[in-house]
């Protein structure tokens, strides 16, 4: 077994001594864990984010393998469970807590402990709601959302956008499942690197997008 201190100091050496403290005291909460919140949530634990919280009530089908981060044998666990035990055998130095719940305009207190929040769904009016639930009652909180990231059209069409203050929109803002070919792995991956960078370099303070 590597160790935490090990594996620490590995990342200090990758990513320098200042950025590795930022990363390990950094609090980050997934909503949604489908092609972007898997990929997403694997840098950051790769990165040696201190605390990811995994949030997603849906079970993984063999739907989701062309592009998700699971595999043939966790097919029928919730997600939250699958993908928390591919993460903790990539970092011991991320601690990771999940809740298996839908996530509504309700119970949008459980956001309130973290300090950035990636949106990650794959439905518009889930991700509708929310953006807009985080920017109304959470004006503090740094929130990155994807949007637009179907088909197989250049990679260079996605980019990350800082719409506000705290605010950044990752993808191409156009293309959708409803044009004709759906999620293809590699195009939703670049989304989900966009976000993930986006949030490492909040994380290290770098707030251009």
């Known amino acids: ?5 090990e594996l620490y100091s590995a990342l200090e050496q990758r990513h320098g001594k200042e950025i590795q403290r930022k990363f390990a005291a950094a609090s980050v909460v997934i909503c949604g864990l489908g092609g972007l919140g898997s990929n997403i949530a694997l840098s950051l634990a790769r990165a040696g984010v201190g605390h990811i919280h995994l949030i997603d009530f849906d079970r ?3 739907s ?4 998700q981060q699971y595999f043939i044998s966790q097919i029928g666990q919730y997600k939250t469970d699958a993908l928390s035990e591919t993460l903790k055998k990539i970092s011991v130095c991320t601690e990771i807590t999940s809740q298996c719940v839908k996530l509504t305009e309700d119970n949008i207190n459980i956001l309130a402990p973290y300090e950035i929040i990636c949106e990650a769904f794959d439905k518009a009016e889930q991700k509708a709601m929310l953006v807009n ?3 109304e009652n959470f004006p503090d909180k740094y929130l990155i959302s994807g949007n637009g990231m179907a088909g197989l ?3 260079n069409d996605i ?3 800082r719409l506000s203050d705290k605010f950044y929109i990752c993808g191409d803002g156009k293309s959708d499942i409803s044009d004709g070919m759906g999620l293809v792995s590699a195009r939703v991956a670049v989304c989900a690197a966009h976000q993930a960078n986006m949030i490492l370099r909040i994380i290290s303070g770098s707030f251009d997008a």
């Open 133 to 135: 639930a985080v920017l």
């Open 64 to 67: 989701n393998l062309n592009r």
């Open 60 to 62: 993984v089908d063999i």
């Open 1 to 5: 077994m590597l160790s935490r201190q």
């Open 159 to 161: 980019t990350t956008r």
């Open 153 to 155: 059209y250049s990679s």
